[in-house]
């Protein structure tokens, strides 16, 4: 397996408070990506990025800010949980080099805001 | 626009049995596609992926997968389902490294 981690594994947080989810490759590898899953809606792009302090918004950014200062961790912040931040959150990464497309995944962090 | 499509959220078949999941995907251009699994509270594991060498492609675990280009459809088989096999499957069509679409996934039962 890859070496991908992620933490905290679970968490219950309020609404309104700062939560802050970590991502950590032992890979060295150049992508990295946050994901949310919902029922229904398969996995979409939060954030990614393509180096370190390289980032870019995907397609559900909105409520969410990223860092990258160092290859192996990316960090996700919620800087004022809501309750339709309620999901699983994986991290994957993938290297792009050499047809090396695919990704890898962590697995995931369950959060709950109330 | 660019899209993936699944076409069964959720397929059942006998163990022994062969299995077919469904992909059709839009895109301008060949993609890269890949099939991925997910076990129940578990994060997603790359099963196979396509990207414009042969169009039968093999995986893990048995399964196979062909590109049609003249079909748009990457579709997921395995000749003898095997109870393991129940999971959560995703068709991706990755067009760059931002922009990877998920399908809404084909959940996959055993019936013994």
């Known amino acids: 397996d890859a070496g991908i981690t992620q933490s905290p594994r679970h968490k219950v947080t309020e609404t309104g408070t700062p939560v802050t989810l970590r991502c950590h490759q032992t890979?060295?590898?150049?992508?990295m990506y946050w994901y949310r899953q919902d029922p229904g809606h398969g996995l979409r792009l939060i954030h990614y990025?393509?180096?370190?302090?390289?980032?870019d918004k995907g397609e559900v950014s909105d409520g969410y800010s990223v860092s990258r200062s160092k290859t192996e961790d990316f960090l996700l912040t919620l800087e004022s949980a809501t309750s339709s931040q309620t999901s699983v959150y994986f991290c994957?990464?993938?290297?792009?080099?050499?047809?090396?497309?695919?990704?890898?995944f962590g697995p995931g962090t369950r959060l709950t805001v109330t | 626009a660019q899209s993936v499509t699944q076409l069964d959220s959720h397929v059942s078949v006998s163990e022994g049995t062969p299995v077919l999941l469904r992909c059709n995907y839009s895109?301008?251009?060949?993609?890269?596609l890949f099939w991925y699994v997910q076990h129940p509270n578990k994060g997603l594991q790359l099963l196979l992926k396509?990207?414009?060498?042969?169009?039968l492609v093999k995986g893990i675990n048995g399964f196979e997968a062909e590109f049609k280009k003249s079909e748009t459809s990457f579709h997921l088989t395995k000749p003898s389902a095997h109870m393991s096999d129940a999971a959560e499957y995703f068709c991706?069509?990755?067009?760059?490294?931002?922009?990877?679409?998920f399908g809404s996934g084909t959940r996959l039962s055993i019936r013994p």
């Open positions: 994957a990464i993938s290297s792009g080099t050499g047809g090396g497309y695919e990704q890898y």
């Open positions: 890979e060295n590898h150049r992508y």
């Open positions: 990025s393509y180096g370190v302090k390289d980032t």
């Open positions: 895109s301008s251009y060949s993609p890269s």
């Open positions: 396509y990207t414009s060498a042969a169009t």
């Open positions: 991706v069509v990755r067009l760059s490294a931002s922009k990877i679409i």
